[in-house]
């Protein structure tokens, strides 16, 4: 009889086994597998526990509510965007069906605040715990601003996108991007949407990559002053355009003029492509690269709660003059975001520091209490306030006599730069190049730094300038 | 809200409920570990203190192979009947193949009948299924006897 | 006498926990649920009256088994509760039944040593209620097993759990040679092939482990068990390969939400269930056992997880267990070897029944329509557990 007790034993063991490693793969799914499961979009438990919270509001820098939230039933409650079409991108949506993008994905958590219950939360007052409402954000937006921005980009009919900051510290006073669409309304618009070619998801201000163009020039004066000594007293002889040895390419002027012996300041407020293209194939790409990658080309920008592309600027051969030249105009292989050009602009207002770009400023709790502030953060000197103040005077010329003349606005001294740059569809005539302004005023004390791009737009002295003076005189009301 | 005065206390009970059902699971659990462990110790201790009882032969039959005064220790099963593969072969007559069983269990001594033909007794009276022993006892398979002795 | 003292801890121990979770029902409706209390109060003088009298009467006997039942039954029937009372007082009819028939085996049986010789009838009845859904059957949650005779329906192949293995104990309880194992190999083989036709697989599965268990404990030849195993592999992969509702189960097991509108929404509930629950659960009254398909059942499990936690699953699972270990136990002692391999059988048929729900629900392996021993709802699945347990019982009674 013994032998089957010895058996009965092993089987024992067997059997032990198998519950122990029933109870690892159970330990395995919940520790590895359990969050991702739980997260899952169709679990309709997390939403429920969710929609217990009301979810929070998303406020302007003055207070004034974009959001609202109602809730219909105990387990429903319905998200509306009353900021209008010019907010839609910085606050993007929250939907079950379409899931959630912009500040309303990056700080979910903090707008659901509570719904997370933990097991301690079941102590606490139940009463509490029914009528849950989520924390608040506050913008650094200025309604306003952004209205007008968004306003004024669709008057022209054409894509585009504007930013506008505040040099000292990196708050966003405005982020427009067109074409909008209206977040209310995603189910009956989606179709619409989603196969609209001019792809209005798209938060241009912050993703949309095009060639920059004469704003450039900015940073490729950096880079001269930086790395030539007395650049700015050297003369140098226009004569309409730059021929290169071995190619049928020539480099030419805007409109082909010539305008003779120019130093650098005149250079800049004349936009003289060829003095730009002679300046970059001094420099070598190896040094402008190095300047625009100071600017942040090429490098991941750091921000909360929003995603800003990187900007690219190419590395070239030094055989390839022709490249070399167009890179220093703003050409070639370079593209740059509005919002870069924007950190560009503001960091020459700022003595050569770029300041952190931010969108929020505070959370706070339903109860009114401010939960967190975001602080100022400088990204780092770029470069110095004695070039900074060079290229502070030259664009201030751009405004008084050169290029940007529309932008100027009386009482206010406006420095700025123009940019025309072209792209593909513009360099076979298809279709007018991109009308590009960057900016800051007024030019002793800047409280606003600005980048307006317009697709397409023609001339970045007509078309972006004229905007950028309804721009600042709309700041400066 | 400044301060909800009427907590009701349902609101701490049920948590602490919830938490009392998990661990009350596992208090159980380790209840019964615990008891099981004990019986095993226990077990091996009783088992080596055991008693060991045996058969004395007091009454044999004319021509059988036992003895009066015979001792069968019983440390395991003991078959008792006329076949030749019983523990105790019994030429007794009266004794069926297969007659009876004594054995161990536990902390206790059984005598069972295996549905011999005339039965067997303790102490005069017929066993049925099977009966504990104690030291004294008389067991009568046909003519023949035996005492259980410690 | 000290054991006692611990033992009546034990039992105070299951009232705690049968009160407290009926409490945790009482308090979490509006007027306060007395349905509850009422609901525990008779459990506990359910199972402390079968435990006296197993207790009193038979003290020789297991002391956990019945303990154990009583700590499943209260959780089965306080989950129950929750998602619905008027299933809650049908399980404690069915409780009350089993217990009742528990009882009644320990009592009344005689030595089972005698019931070895019953072979034949053992094999016939196993091949009726085998085969019986398979032609007068309907389909239920996706299987062929169930049949109903007037106004009673139950599963065929439950009953049929319990005389095969008494077959198989009654059929290797005599085995010497290998020519002894072709008639029970023959059996366990239709049985199997019956329930895959039935589209059974959990109760294939079962089987297939009662009988590979037995096997191994009569003969102590690995090489068999290891053949068995080969063939069990060539079988799953025939089987993938044949029939399109093996390939179905294989393929949600692998991704529930690849066919998340149909086939693969219950597992795919029961999995955001068990991790929406996380470690201490989501609390009683707190998940949602609605978005749970067949709940009182086969979902169970996940249903109890949901709520009170993973930790209580493992509790769950380390507690059947225990109860394996109990009743295997009662094999280890007895002397008779019908009575043994009856232990066995119905100890791992159990087990079994454990491993492949437990492990279905949590995606551990391919779900298949099975229930939780004593906590599932179901008259049928009760009165098997129960009957198993009873003959475990008394066996321990004689070891």
Known sequence: MNDLSINIKKVLIIFLFLFLALISYFSYFVIVKGEEVANNPRNQRLAAKRNAVLRGTIYDRDGNALTKSIRVDRSTQKREYIGGLAFTHIIGYNSTKYGRTGLEETYDKELMAGSEFSFLDRFKDSHKLKNQVGNSIKLTINSQLQNLAYDQLRSTGKNGAIVAINPKNGEILALASNPSYDANNLEKDWQAITSDSNKPLINRALSGMYPPGSTFKVITTVSGLENLEGLDYKMFNDTGKLTFKGTNYTLKNYGGSATGKINLEKAFYKSVNTYFGNLAMELTNRKLKNTAEKFYFNQKIETEGFFINPSKFPEIASSDITNIAQSGIGQSEILATPMQMALVASTIANDGVMMKPKLVSEIISSEGETLKVIPDEPLGRVTSKEIADKITGYMRKVVTQGTGTAASVSGIEVCGKTGTADHARSITNEAAAHAWFIGFAPQDDPQIAIAIIVEEGGTGGTTAARIAKQIFQGAFK | ?150 | MKGKRWESRLLIATYVLCFAMFGSLYLLKEPYDTGAVVMAVIICLLFTYGYIIIRKFFPDGDKFIIMFTAVFAVIGIATLYRIDTSVAIKQVVWYTIGMTGFIALVVLLPDLKSFGKYKYFFMIMTLIFMGMATFIGQEKNGSKNWVALGPIGFQPSEFGKIFFCAYLASALKDYKKFKDLIQPAVIVMISLLFMVLQTDLGSALIFFGIAITMLYISTSKSKYVVICFLLLAVGAVISYKLFPHVRVRVNIWLNPWSDYDNKGYQLAQSLMAIATGGFLGSGIGLGYPELVPVQISDFIFSVIVEELGIIVGFGIIILYFLLFYRCMRAAIFVQDRFSQLLAVGYSTMIACQVLVIIGGVIGAIPLTGITLPIISYGGTSMLTAFFSLGIIQKISEDA
């Not at chain 2, 004395?56 to 059988?64: A, C, D, T």
């Not at chain 2, 297969?98 to 005598?111: D, G, Q």
């Not at chain 2, 295996?114 to 030291?135: A, F, H, K, Q, W």
Request: zero cysteines; hydrophobic letters at 40%; a neutral charge.
């Open chain 2, 1 to 150: 809200m400044a301060g909800d005065i009427n907590m009701d206390y349902s609101d701490l009970i049920k948590p602490i409920l919830g938490v009392l059902v998990i661990v009350i699971i596992y208090v159980i659990i380790f209840m019964a570990l615990r008891i099981m462990y004990k019986d095993v110790k226990s077990g091996d201790k009783k088992k080596s203190l055991k008693k060991v009882y045996g058969l004395e032969v007091i009454s044999v039959v004319e021509g059988s192979n036992l003895k009066n005064g015979n001792i069968v220790p019983i440390n395991r099963v003991i078959t008792l009947g006329r076949k030749e593969d019983n523990l105790v072969i019994l030429n007794d007559p009266y004794a069926s193949g297969y007659h009876a069983k004594i054995y161990p269990k536990n902390t206790e001594y059984f005598v069972e009948d295996l549905n011999s033909t005339n039965g067997t007794l303790l102490n005069d009276e017929y066993v049925e299924g099977r009966v504990p022993l104690e030291i004294g006892d008389e067991i009568q398979i046909g003519s023949t006897k035996f005492r259980v002795i410690g």
